[in-house]
């Protein structure tokens, strides 16, 4: 691929932009520069290049995890708040990049995104039953009569039948883990309501096998290596 493509394929502008950060001498390609935008690179996990001394991997897709903080809605025209895309770099959303799912905007965690619609097509599906453990921090104390409401199910206003938590455990009086299958609107919220009890804070701690890094900052992102992919469709 040569090197206009591989910066356009990867976010970097329009071909014309492209074009015209190489002929500035502004990238690299694995340490070398390179001003010539038609030379031609293998393409692989294994290339680096980098624009204005950052360095950055090639990917024919990107797959990210993000450590979203509160005040932050998932969606590229937000209503009341910033975008999780003012937490990442324009080139992801040039390349369209898309959240996996949404948190709401004062529920913080694991966020997953990918302009691999496949990718996310597959855990955002509800017939793709994905567990997804979060953190709830409660209003009232939590007792073993709420514990066991979640686990055996509760109804909810709108829905046919009682949803049911794969997993409630306190972890702490107000602090509680609940596992879900489903990624319905507000469900753990609530879940905890039609328990007896207020979510005050929520926090998403994983999904599927793959759980939020502890050294990863709070709006700090990374990306998704083989193993945790493997992890994430493990769970």
Not at 35 to 59: E, H, I, M, Q
Not at 85 to 94: M, S
Not at 110 to 135: A, E, I, N, W
Request: net charge neutral; charged share 25%; proline share 6%.
């Amino acid at each position: 691929m040569n090197l206009e493509s591989i910066l356009f394929t990867q976010g970097f502008g329009s071909r014309r932009q492209c074009r015209a950060l190489i002929a500035d001498g502004r990238v690299s390609i694995d340490g070398a520069l390179c001003t010539d935008a038609d030379a031609d690179f293998p393409v692989s996990d294994a290339l680096r290049f980098s624009v204005d001394d950052v360095d950055w991997p090639y990917r024919e897709h990107a797959y990210l995890l993000l450590n979203k903080p509160a005040g932050y809605e998932c969606s590229r025209e937000p209503q009341h708040h910033l975008s999780v895309f003012n937490l990442l770099p324009p080139q992801f959303a040039a390349r369209g990049v898309q959240c996996v799912g949404r948190l709401d905007q004062d529920t913080t965690g694991l966020l997953l995104l990918s302009d691999d619609g496949k990718f996310v097509h597959m855990f955002t599906s509800p017939k793709r039953k994905v567990p997804k453990l979060y953190v709830a921090t409660t209003r009232h104390p939590i007792d073993a009569a709420q514990l066991a409401a979640l686990r055996d199910g509760v109804l909810l206003h709108g829905e046919p039948k009682p949803i049911a938590a794969v997993a409630a455990d306190a972890r702490g009086d107000h602090t509680l883990a609940l596992t879900v299958m489903e990624g319905k609107y507000h469900q753990v919220k609530r879940m905890i309501a039609a328990a007896g009890n207020r979510c005050e804070a929520l926090h998403r701690e994983r999904i599927g096998g793959l759980a939020l890094p502890a050294t990863l900052p709070v709006g700090a992102w990374q990306w998704l290596d083989e193993a945790d992919l493997g992890f994430l469709r493990s769970g």
